[in-house]
């Protein structure tokens, strides 16, 4: 090996050893091949020289989780300075509801993203006047104001409901944003998610799905930069409505197959890939 080789393969093994890794290939290529690395917590992943020094974490499944722990106990402290406890069992994810109990004994349901925010007006709906009867009036409110419809039964204002737009568009709209003051129809606003995509980690540990709209490029984009790194497939051009019900149709038969995300809710072991591809292959099929 070259002078330059010998001191990027020395740099990378004082790297993997800091993160409390062991580097298992012996044999040197170059700065971006991927070399089999065995991190502190067991898991083996493929990992270059390259992307260690642009990430600066080890093991892609470590990171989320230690990211995920974090903040974890950062929403424990945050609802606490409030005066309530969470009654949660575990984390799932910054944008999904968990339960808490506030300091006057009401249970709500609170996204972690939304506490820190929201300072100044509490973490209870209750003590503020927005219970589920409060937030049901104001949902159908707001439709009666866009003109818009919704046949469907309300449950919470953190459920999706099928409306249909004074155009006569049919989505699927969160209760919650439409009461804060979201529109109904992305179709009408030229925001529709016909997009599908599977993208795979680079050390082939877990793998990300989801829909957006466009050519997709900007939302791969910033996946890339957590090590999504590899595109299984991407559909774009899809019609009305098929994207929502890919991702719908996905969710349900991993949840059916008893296999939990990893982190958040599309982000999910590698194992699940085959399955993730064949939905997509049947929904795109019976379209």
């Known amino acids: 090996m070259s002078n330059r080789s010998i001191k990027i393969w020395e740099r990378f093994n004082r790297q993997v050893e800091m993160h409390g890794g062991i580097i298992l290939d012996t044999e040197y290529t170059s700065s971006i091949t991927s070399y089999k690395v065995q991190c502190k917590n067991n898991h083996i992943i493929y990992r270059s020289p390259h992307l260690l020094n642009r990430t600066k974490h080890l093991c892609n499944l470590c990171y989320i989780y230690e990211r995920g722990q974090i ?78 419809i919704c046949n469907d039964q309300w449950v919470n204002s953190h459920t999706k409901y099928k409306i249909e737009c004074s155009n006569g568009h049919i989505n ?29 980690s680079y050390d082939n540990s877990s793998i990300k799905f989801g829909i957006t709209n466009g050519n997709g490029k900007i939302r791969l984009a910033s996946h890339a930069k957590m090590g999504y790194t590899i595109v299984e497939c991407i559909y ?52």
């Open 71 to 148: 903040s974890w106990r950062n929403f424990h402290i945050d609802i606490e300075n409030h005066g309530g406890i969470v009654l949660e069992k575990e984390w799932k994810g910054s944008s999904f509801p968990h339960m808490i109990r506030c300091s006057k004994g009401h249970i709500n349901f609170v996204r972690p993203f939304s506490v820190k925010p929201v300072k100044h007006r509490g973490i209870c709906k209750t003590c503020a006047g927005n219970d589920t009867d409060v937030a049901m009036n104001k949902f159908f409110s707001r439709l009666d104001d866009l003109g818009a």
């Open 172 to 200: 699927e709209i969160w209760a919650d944003m439409t009461i804060i003051g979201h529109g109904v129809c992305p179709e009408c606003a030229g925001i529709i998610h016909d997009v599908v995509y599977v993208l795979r």
């Open 236 to 287: 774009t051009n899809l019609p009305v409505l098929l994207a929502d019900q890919i991702e719908r149709a996905i969710l349900n038969a991993l949840q059916t197959m008893e296999y939990e995300p990893i982190h958040g809710r599309e982000y999910f072991t590698i194992e699940c890939l085959p399955i993730v591809l064949q939905v997509i292959k049947i929904m795109i099929g019976n379209s």
